[in-house]
Every structure is written in structure tokens, then in C-alpha cells.
């Protein structure tokens, strides 16, 4: 069922009864094909400036979701709107930002900063000094010449974090993007992210398996169930605030938010499992 919405507020990004589907080979090679459902009448509004984590098991169409709503593929049925204006394709007004860092390895970071500025036409002067206010806000001052073998994993998220940034999309997409950090880095990339955002006023759509990393940054909490994908329920995370104590994560509000959302995915983990048994039989 669509959410409800306050009439004289208009969402930032609109998911009406949205459904993808794939076609799928048999497994023998043979020329019989079967219809795969990922996901299935999606509906979700996300206001301007809001911080959305999606959670769901594994195969349950999150990033599939994040595809549609950067235009790198069109729904099969329903449509995704934009203020207010249909998603055909992908945009400068979207920034995307995966859990591989897909910097370009011959550029520096200020050259990978860069490089979707000179795409949209900003001239170099203007391009460098763009450049170095991201990779400050970002936390890469005095980085600006080294390349991405030379930097660390936390580093390179951070520079394309920064890129993604740069040419002032109005919406920031991130799929996984601290997955393959360790936990100390992750913990220490989220709290730039919460600031990055505070900062920025951007809208903000993040996918995660963790529990904790959803938590800790949404604003709201959208529970996905097993395949195909549907919205089981969206959880409204509000702390007194994120940054007041060193110590959220621990507070009993945190383990309160975490037990509900456990909880709506604890019987989708396990249908996912069962499903991908019975698939493996066959």
C-alpha cells in the first residue's frame, strides 16, 4: 500500500507500485527462459533532505532498487518520480557512490574529483579549487596528488565520496559503500557521512546489511522482505541526536531500534536461506 503523506508536502523522490523484472536462462543453456521477480510493487516517498537506509537479506532486490532510481535500468511496471518528474535515464542530479571505490587508477584524487566536473563543462581554474573544498570536506587535505593504489580503503571511499559530491547532485546514492572496511574505518566513515550530510542538506538513499550501520544513520529504516522485494515496513529512527554522545551505539534507545528491525528481518533471512536451497536442488 502507498505510504500516506501530508498533502501540502510534496516527497523528493516518489516509488509508485514499482516492480522489476529479468529474464532468466535455464541453467543448462537451454533456449527456455523463465521470469525472475525482484522486486514488487514498490511504493515509498522519500522527502527532500532525508537520510533513508534500506535493509533487507541478500537477493532481496535492494540494489537492484538503487539501479531504477539512478536510471541505470527502467522498471518493468509503475514509475519513479523526481520532483514530481518521471526517471527516465541517469542524471547529474544523482550521485552514486558503490562498494567498489571505481576510481580511475592513472588520476590523483583531485584528478578523480575532477573528473565529473569537466564532464559537465566547469573550467579548470574553477574545476581545481572545486576539487580541493570536497576533498576537505571529506577529510583528504594535503591528498590531493596521491593515486588510489597509494591510499587506503577508507581513503578511497572518501575520494569518491567526494567525486560524487562535487558537481552538487541533489540526491546521493550509496550502495554498500563501507562493506569492505574494517570495523574501525566503517565506524569512522559513517560519523563523516552523518557530517557530510548535516552539512550538505543532501538527500541520501544508503544500502546496507547491517543492523547497526542502519541505525546509526537513517533517519528511516526501510525493511525489505525476501524475493521478490516489497517494503515490509519502514522504521522512524529518532535520537535526541547523533552526535551528542560518544557512545549511541551502546544507549538503550540504539538496542531498542535494533531488536525491531531484527525482528521484521529475522523470518525474511531465513525464507531467503530456504529459497536459495531450493533453488540449489534443483
Not at 521477480?37 to 540494489?63: E, R, W, Y
Not at 558503490?98 to 576510481?103: D, P
Not at 579549487?129 to 570536506?137: G, I, P, Q, T
Request: net charge negative.
Amino acid at each position: 500500500m502507498p505510504e500516506s503523506t501530508t498533502p501540502s508536502v510534496i516527497p523528493k523522490i516518489v516509488f509508485e507500485g514499482v516492480s522489476k523484472e529479468f529474464t532468466v536462462k535455464d541453467r543448462a543453456g537451454h533456449r527456455q527462459s523463465t521470469r525472475f521477480t525482484a522486486l514488487d510493487d514498490i511504493h515509498l516517498n522519500i522527502a527532500a533532505g532525508q537520510f533513508v537506509v534500506l535493509v533487507g537479506p541478500s537477493g532481496c532486490g535492494k540494489s537492484t532498487l538503487l539501479d531504477l532510481l539512478g536510471g541505470l535500468a527502467r522498471p518493468t511496471s509503475g514509475r519513479i518520480l523526481l520532483d514530481g518528474e518521471p526517471i527516465d535515464g541517469p542524471g547529474l542530479d544523482r550521485g552514486i557512490v558503490f562498494q567498489q571505490y571505481a576510481l580511475l587508477p592513472w588520476r590523483t584524487a583531485q584528478g578523480n574529483v575532477e573528473f565529473g566536473l569537466e564532464a559537465t563543462g566547469v573550467p579548470r581554474r574553477q574545476r581545481s579549487a572545486k576539487a580541493k573544498e570536497f576533498l576537505d570536506l571529506v577529510g583528504l587535505t594535503g591528498f590531493e596528488d596521491r593515486h588510489p593504489h597509494e591510499l587506503s580503503g577508507g581513503m578511497r571511499q572518501r575520494g569518491a565520496i567526494a567525486r560524487s559530491l562535487a558537481y552538487d547532485p541533489d540526491v546521493l546514492l550509496m550502495d554498500e559503500p563501507f562493506a569492505a572496511l574494517d570495523a574501525q574505518t566503517r565506524e569512522s566513515l559513517q560519523d563523516e557521512l552523518l557530517r557530510i550530510w548535516q552539512r550538505t542538506g543532501k538527500t541520501v538513499v544508503f544500502i546496507t546489511h547491517g543492523i547497526d550501520e542502519a541505525v546509526y544513520l537513517g533517519q528511516r529504516v526501510a525493511v525489505m522482505t525476501s524475493r521478490p522485494g516489497r517494503i515490509k515496513r519502514i522504521v522512524p529512527v529518532a535520537f535526541d541526536s547523533r552526535t551528542a554522545t560518544d557512545d549511541l551505539r551502546s544507549s538503550p534507545e540504539f538496542a531498542r531500534y535494533r531488536h525491531e528491525i531484527w525482528s521484521l528481518l529475522h523470518d525474511e533471512v531465513a525464507r531467503a536461506q530456504q529459497l536459495e536451497k531450493e533453488e540449489a536442488s534443483v
